[in-house]
């Protein structure tokens, strides 16, 4: 059985930050866990990703395309659609070796979750290859400090 963590959750909360804690976590118990980046705007991480969308596709490349003319947020919903329509690249990247525990660091950008099926059908292909997955969702803690702001926040996004 394989298995993956969706990080996911707003732009700056910590989700490379998780997953590069967790693959040292798990380096110093002896076990193997590998992060598969799925934000083509990613500059930096303290982790070297399995997989790496930005090998297939980067934000820019979408910007800077005359043809497309997308800003960032279009050029990040057609990246990730690239890489659904990619998935024999993606498949083929992730590899098939069994008891894999993989953590998919994705990008913040609420249109992905919101307005658009692009992660279900990326949950969709994991279980097709026999993932277990789960989704891990990230709150910066000074966000969650001020309890009355947090509970209006969470209200307002029902």
Known sequence: MRYAQLVVGPAGSGKSTYCSTIVKHASDAKRIVEVVNLDPAAEH???????DIRELIHL????EDDELQFGPNGGLVFCVETLLENCDWLEEQLGDVDDDYLLFDCPGQIELYT??????KLVDLLQKWNFRICVVFMVDSQFMIDGANCARDFVRVE
């Open 60 to 63: 820019d490349d979408a910007m």
């Open 45 to 51: 991480f303290d982790y070297e990703p399995l997989v």
């Open 115 to 120: 307005h658009l099926p692009v992660m279900r």
